[in-house]
């Protein structure tokens, strides 16, 4: 039996163990609000918690946040395995946006909130991770998709 849509399945996978690897380096490795400066003043890794959704959103609000990241995840994966062939970009984008989804819903599930590090000073960027990012990036990769996607039917009644 051949994989359907076989992007989608790496790049999820990828971006989720990344997104996991990363976290746990930084819980391993930083006191709970110890930061980094890389350029400082510019870009820290600064270890938070966030309660809520992305930019600390709905800060407190885990729960109903823990049932979204599942059922956006289990929505993707259905669609993956018994919808169509997506095309690159679709693949691309709903990978990324399910390996950010499992990797904040676990942490969710698990923890009871999720585990930021990347800090943008420069901008005074809320506190992310890879998990926003890769959601962030898949989003792009999908508006790409529907600039890409040509009508079925071009022809008009007359």
């Known amino acids: 039996m051949r994989l359907k849509n076989r992007l989608f399945w790496i790049v999820a996978f990828t ?4 997104d996991q690897l990363t976290k746990y ?4 490795t930083f ?4 930061t980094l400066p890389l350029l ?3 870009f820290h890794f600064t270890y938070v918690t966030n309660t809520g959704a992305a930019f600390s959103l709905f800060s407190g609000k885990v ?3 823990r049932w979204l990241s599942l059922g956006v995840s289990l929505i993707l994966i259905s669609i993956a395995s018994w919808g169509p062939i997506l095309i690159f970009w ?5 990978g990324f946006i399910l390996g950010g989804a499992i990797g904040n819903g676990i942490d969710r599930f ?5 585990v930021d590090f990347i800090d943008f000073r420069l901008i005074n960027f ?4 890879l998990a926003d990012s890769f959601i962030s990036i898949g989003i792009i990769c999908l508006l790409i998709a529907s600039f890409q996607k040509t009508p079925t039917s071009s022809h008009r009644s007359r």
């Open 31 to 34: 006191a709970l609000g110890q």
């Open 110 to 114: 698990a923890l009871g909130y999720v």
């Open 40 to 42: 400082p003043g510019i």
């Open 25 to 28: 380096w930084v819980v391993k």
């Open 90 to 94: 679709e693949q691309l984008g709903y």
């Open 15 to 18: 971006a989720f163990f990344t």
């Open 126 to 129: 809320a506190v992310f991770n």
């Open 63 to 65: 729960e109903w946040l």
